[in-house]
T-cell receptor, first 113, second 115 residues
Framework: AQTVTQSQPEMSVQEAETVTLSCTYD???????LFWYKQPPSRQMILVIR??????QNATENRFSVNFQKAAKSFSLKISDSQLGDAAMYFC??????????FGTGTSLTVIP | GAGVSQTPSNKVTEKGKYVELRCDPI?????LYWYRQSLGQGPEFLIY????????DSGLPNDRFFAVRPEGSVSTLKIQRTERGDSAVYLC?????????????FGPGTRLLVL
């Protein structure tokens, strides 16, 4: 079975500070992909960052980076220099055999001015 | 179009009615997915199309739910005899090809409310 767990229903961060969102997953497969999506109130899921499991190097996209710990099955998202526009729901997702994505329950991020 | 579009944006219906939800994927994307997102939850997989055929419909909750993609582009999710428990946001996504490595691009969803 494939599962994705986000243990932080809500997080908050001061503007310009750094915040880390946690995600753990479980899969029996060795070849898989991990994604972080952002969902603002508009409901549109927007890709933030993706990580290939076979790559040891952590993915980065501007202010967004991940800490991928394959042995621990952990995939956390770090947001640096937080901006008001970063406020949204963040979902961690696992993609492996079968093409469907498995999503966590999300973390609601509040950015405090 | 530039992104995945879904219509209608919101749909209110009465219990027992039939509804159709439409998804227009990114041009050229061969794979199309439907997910259902209940309040406070992450999206849950319903069905996946590769081209015109449903390659995996294991997520459809029961036979009241059906989806088609007759020309390999636009897809319609059909729900018969709607129930209050069907109320949710229905998300559509598309990807260039199938495969676990492909990023799925999502539409804004259709919020369905069954009274």
């Amino acid at each position: 079975a494939q599962t994705v767990t986000q243990s932080q229903p809500e997080m908050s961060v001061q503007e310009a500070e750094t915040v880390t969102l946690s995600c753990t997953y479980d899969t029996s497969e060795s070849d898989y992909y991990l994604f972080w999506y952002k969902q603002p109130p508009s409901r549109q899921m927007i890709l933030v960052i993706r990580q290939e499991a076979y790559k040891q190097q952590n993915a980065t996209e501007n202010r967004f980076s991940v800490n991928f710990q394959k042995a621990a099955k952990s995939f956390s998202l770090k947001i640096s220099d937080s901006q008001l526009g970063d406020a949204a729901m963040y979902f961690c997702a696992l993609g492996n055999t079968g093409n469907q994505f498995y999503f966590g329950t999300g973390t609601s991020l509040t950015v405090i001015p | 179009g530039a992104g995945v579009s879904q219509t209608p944006s919101n749909k209110v219906t009465e219990k027992g009615k039939y509804v159709e939800l439409r998804c227009d994927p990114i041009s050229g994307h061969t794979a199309l997915y439907w997910y259902r997102q209940s309040l406070g939850q992450g999206p849950e997989f319903l069905i996946y199309f590769q081209g015109t055929g449903a390659a995996d419909d294991s997520g459809l909750p029961n036979d009241r739910f059906f989806a088609v993609r007759p020309e390999g582009s636009v897809s319609t999710l059909k729900i018969q005899r709607t129930e209050r428990g069907d109320s949710a946001v229905y998300l559509c996504a598309s990807s260039l090809t199938n495969g676990r490595q492909e990023t799925q691009y999502f539409g804004p969803g259709t919020r369905l409310l069954v009274l």
